[in-house]
Nanobody, 120 residues
Framework: QVQLVESGGGLVQAGGSLRLSCAAS????????MGWYRQAPGKQRELVAT???????NTAGSVKGRFTISRDNAKNTVYLQMNSLQPEDTAVYYC??????????????WGQGTPVTVSS
């Protein structure tokens, strides 16, 4: 089994910053892409940013220039640095990882979600 544990969410004022972390553990042979998604109340889950094992990134236009995704392959951890936060960034943020397990199975895993609330 593989677990993704997120941390770093919370309440912040508009214009502030937060850094989310997501650590993967368990029966991991290799992690391919990792990413962050978010779901605001009453809305569908949407992509925020993804990063390959080689460090190539893809960032949603709504957060480009404000959010930065990075990862530490040695720690199986992905980060999301969020700057200049706005109330519309309020959502539950989910970590995602495409994992090749020690049983050679490729599977998509999700974290439990960490809430981010931005007050105006």
């Amino acid at each position: 089994q593989v677990q993704l544990v997120e941390s770093g969410g919370g309440l912040v004022q508009a214009g502030g910053s937060l850094r989310l972390s997501c650590a993967a553990s368990g029966s991991i042979f290799r992690i391919n892409d990792m990413g962050w998604y978010r779901q605001a109340p009453g809305k569908q889950r949407e992509l925020v940013a993804t990063i390959t094992s080689g460090g190539s990134t893809n960032t949603a236009g709504s957060v480009k220039g404000r959010f930065t995704i990075s990862r530490d392959n040695a720690k199986n951890t992905v980060y999301l640095q969020m700057n200049s936060l706005q109330p519309e960034d309020t959502a539950v943020y989910y970590c995602n990882a495409q994992v090749v397990t020690t049983s050679s199975i490729l599977r998509n895993y999700w974290g439990q979600g960490t809430p981010v609330t931005v007050s105006s």
